[in-house]
DNA sequence: CCCCAGGTCGTCA
DNA sequence: TGACGACATGGG
């Protein structure tokens, strides 16, 4: 028997003065299932729809959801004030992103999602890397409905484990496949567990993580920052390496919350790159 | 047919 | 340690 999903309106209060702009935080690359359906950005998170509306909003997140996502919007913390320890920092390239990043915040997504999500990405580019997930998610995924349509949620590593070589290879991940499944075995075998990650220091969190078949510094960097809300973890990718080469005259130690100033250089180098708002 | 994409692995000095 | 090609797939 499916239970009744009720999509109701829903505001959680941010610190005064922050900002949240639902346009760049979802298209900042931190995640990859939210799409613009007409005046707001709608996505799956667990096992729910979550529509928010586009424009930016100051003070508080509205969104239409079954479900409470106040932890996801990681509303508690005040960007504002990392802002401002950012912009201490004083370079020119720290200024320019965080004026052009404002609004951006880093959601606390499912861990799972995030491991495999960013394993994908390895190689590969962010249409295909959306493609992939979707895919996966549609083939593996529960499914449910809100407001008369069918979504699925993210697979669990039991269904990618069963989906096997032949599933996963038909969802075109090609070599990503074999990761996938030792990321699943170890998942359930409990050898990677969330709640032991969360209790080490980030350097251990992210040798374990190392552990899983194509998992480097770069996909556990992500994990930890996206999946755990360890903000003091930046991913380095080609475009940070770029970033760091072109703007500072040694890699830099973007600090405490260094993950959300690595996504607004991050971002903001795209916007200048593609010239886009 | 080339190159590249939010990397990582295996191999060889 | 560090360099270097391979890896699946699809778009430009």
């Not at 799409?35 to 996505?43: F, L, R, V, Y």
């Not at 586009?54 to 969104?63: K, V």
Request: hydrophobic share 35%.
């Amino acid at each position: 028997m499916l239970k009744e999903k009720i999509i109701t309106k829903r505001k959680i209060k941010l610190h005064e003065n922050d900002l949240f702009s639902p346009t760049k935080t979802f298209d900042c690359g931190q995640c990859f299932r939210f799409e613009e359906k007409g005046d707001c950005i709608e996505g799956v998170v667990g096992h729910s729809l979550l529509k928010v509306p586009s424009r930016d909003m100051t003070g508080e997140i509205e969104y239409f959801s079954d479900e409470n996502f106040d932890g996801f919007f990681d509303a508690d913390k005040s960007y504002f004030e990392m802002n401002s320890a950012f912009l201490k920092k004083g370079t020119p390239a720290v200024t320019d992103a965080v004026e052009r990043g404002f609004g951006i915040r880093i959601l606390r997504q499912n861990f799972t999602e995030a491991l495999i999500s960013f394993i994908i990405s390895q190689n590969n580019n962010i249409p295909r890397i959306k493609k992939n997930i979707a895919e996966i998610s549609r083939r593996f995924g529960e499914r449910f409905e809100a407001e008369g349509k069918e979504y699925f949620a993210f697979p669990t590593p039991e269904r990618l484990l069963d989906a096997g070589q032949t599933g996963l290879c038909e969802c075109k991940l090609g070599f990503r496949t074999k990761y996938i499944l030792d990321a699943s075995i170890r998942l359930i075998s409990g050898e990677i567990c969330e709640e032991e990650l969360q209790s080490l220091s980030v350097d251990d969190a992210r040798e374990k993580l190392k552990i899983i078949k194509g998992v480097g510094n770069k996909v556990a960097d992500c994990t930890l920052l996206y999946g755990l809300g360890r903000l003091e973890c930046v991913p380095v990718d080609v475009w940070m390496k770029k970033i760091f080469e072109k703007y500072f005259d040694e890699t830099p130690d973007l600090g405490v919350c260094g993950g959300v100033l690595q996504q607004y250089l991050f971002y903001n180098e795209r916007y200048l790159k593609e010239g886009k708002k």
